[in-house]
């Protein structure tokens, strides 16, 4: 198998950012779709390609695997691109029509490249090739999932651009060594149908899914989630590979739970959805992999702009029960919610002293709460000031909370 551990190949930065593959609406693949890349202002592109490899595959029996897991489903030929003047490259579709443009705004001083190979065509199609470098059999992004690799190929090296149905895991058991002159600078990988997800296969460090996964490659992370997946950022300038580092979401262009109806329509108007409640609202949980941002929350409003969200290092503080990066009221919410039962719904790695869980919601988890109240995991990173622990009389405010909690 191949090293996984991203190279690094250029002395300059350069990574994915946020790639939106699957908007709702019978068109919205042709028009709404986009990737973006943020990196050293200026930076040439040359030499490299942004791929998008095949991650569905059936089971074979006795726990192999059969199918195109692996193989280049399609990809963007950066070849004579640079990113813009602000470090940022957007990629755009095409236009739906002569009076509906692509619809995004994106921040100036970016590079904006936009498929200009005809209506109707998304990222391009056979009849009318892309004008941005997409190679695919298909004009969109493939909805299901996939693991994207920025690589870079060395032509003094021997290296070769990489072609379509290439495969990069023959044997659907892992990434075989790379081509001669290959490098991967970045990558994420993304498993969006749960009926796909126990025989489908990532190749990144980090990869999420809709539904259990075990097939990545060694000391890769999966992160499952219980919603479809349509969309994947970095979380602010974050730079790892990590589930910190990432998040993914589910948007939606309606407003259907109560006391949103009203928000403005800022095209394109989708924002972070909930699952839908009892009433038909979207009054369930927000369909998002992080708790940092609400239902609503319009996502699609920064191309070519630094992402909302901060890096943490998820499941490193004690007494972050919910995973927020920051030991706050939902962690005081889940003791409170448990006091007393046998159920906890926190990570328990977060436990004081890391566990194991005693058995019953009680002071052992309060104390997590207690005495590490403010704590955060988010690093410092890119002038990123780390938030200060909670003042004393913040914490006697929490302790009168608890004691009212607990003479119920």
């Known amino acids: 198998m191949a090293s996984l551990a991203l190279t690094g190949a250029s002395s300059a930065e350069l990574y994915l950012n946020e790639i939106y593959f699957d908007p709702p609406g019978s068109t919205g693949d042709v028009l709404h779709e986009y990737v973006e890349l943020r990196g050293t202002p200026s930076m040439s592109l040359d030499n490299h390609y942004l791929l998008f490899l095949e991650n569905e595959g059936q089971g074979g029996g006795g726990g192999t695997i059969t199918g195109r897991a692996g193989e280049i489903d399609a990809f963007f030929d950066l070849n004579g691109q640079s990113l813009g ?70 032509p003094d090296a021997g290296g070769a651009a990489p072609i379509l149905a290439q495969d990069l895991d023959t044997g659907n058991d892992g990434l075989d060594e790379l081509p001669t002159g290959w490098s991967i600078v970045d990558g994420i990988g993304l498993i969006n149908e749960s009926d796909e997800a126990a025989f489908g296969r990532t190749y990144a460090d980090i990869n999420f899914g809709f539904g259990p996964n075990t097939n990545q490659e060694p000391g890769a992370e999966y992160v499952e989630v219980d919603f479809e997946l349509e969309y994947v950022a ?18 939606t262009d309606n407003l259907r739970r109560p006391g949103f109806e009203n928000l403005p329509d800022n ?72 006091w007393g039962t046998g159920t906890f719904t926190g990570n328990v790695d977060n436990l004081v002293g890391g566990g194991p869980f005693d058995g019953t919601v009680d002071q052992n ?39 009212r909690r607990r003479r119920r």
């Open 85 to 154: 003047a602000n470090g940022f490259l957007v990629l755009r579709q095409a236009a739906q029509n002569a009076s509906k443009p692509n619809p995004y705004v994106v921040a100036p001083g970016t590079a904006d490249l936009i498929n200009t190979s005809g209506f109707i065509t998304g990222w391009g199609t056979t009849a009318a090739p892309s004008t941005i470098g997409w190679n695919s059999e298909d004009f969109r992004t493939e909805n299901s999932g996939f693991t994207a690799f920025l690589i870079r190929v060395d």
């Open 234 to 251: 970095r979380l602010g300038d974050s730079t790892g590979s990590t589930a910190g580092d990432w998040w993914v979401g589910n948007l």
């Open 267 to 338: 095209p394109p108007n989708f924002r972070l959805s909930a699952a839908d409640g009892l009433g038909g609202d979207q009054t369930g949980d927000v369909e998002s992999s992080t708790d940092q941002f609400d239902y609503a929350t319009l996502v699609t409003n920064h191309l070519g702009a630094s992402n909302p969200g901060t890096p943490v290092s998820v499941g490193g503080v004690t007494g972050d029960y919910d995973d927020s990066g920051q030991v706050e009221q939902g962690d005081l919410d889940i003791v409170l919610q448990n």
């Open 365 to 403: 988890e309060l104390d997590g709460v207690l005495q590490n109240w403010g704590s955060t995991a988010a690093p410092a990173l890119n002038g990123t000031v780390v938030p200060e622990p909670a003042s004393g009389s913040a914490l006697v405010a929490v302790a009168c909370l608890v004691s």
